[in-house]
């Protein structure tokens, strides 16, 4: 091999070597802070759980009350904007 062939699989060798190192930081970093992102989304579905409680108790305590029942358009229960005619 000539000094081109050696500089080239010196250059590739350790750029292969960075590139496994990198990737092996990022997993390691990636697994360690995992915990957090899966306590956020706990945290939310307890956040839309406890909004969903409480929509059912003034819904139960409007009709103690004799209050009529909003009824929610057929487009609002799909999600769905209205549409426009």
Do not use: W, Y
């Not at 060798?13 to 956020?40: D, L, S």
């Not at 929509?55 to 426009?84: K, N, V, Y």
């Amino acid at each position: 091999m000539n000094r081109k062939d050696k500089l080239l699989v010196a250059f590739f060798g350790v750029t292969a070597f960075a590139g496994f190192a990198g990737g092996i930081h990022h997993v390691a970093h990636h697994a360690k802070h995992h915990h957090h992102r899966r306590a956020e989304l706990e945290r939310r579905v307890a956040r839309v759980c406890v909004e969903a409680a409480r929509d059912l108790d003034r819904e139960g305590t409007r009709a103690a009350q004799g209050a009529p029942r909003p009824t929610p358009s057929p487009d609002a229960r799909s999600g769905r904007p209205a549409a426009r005619e």
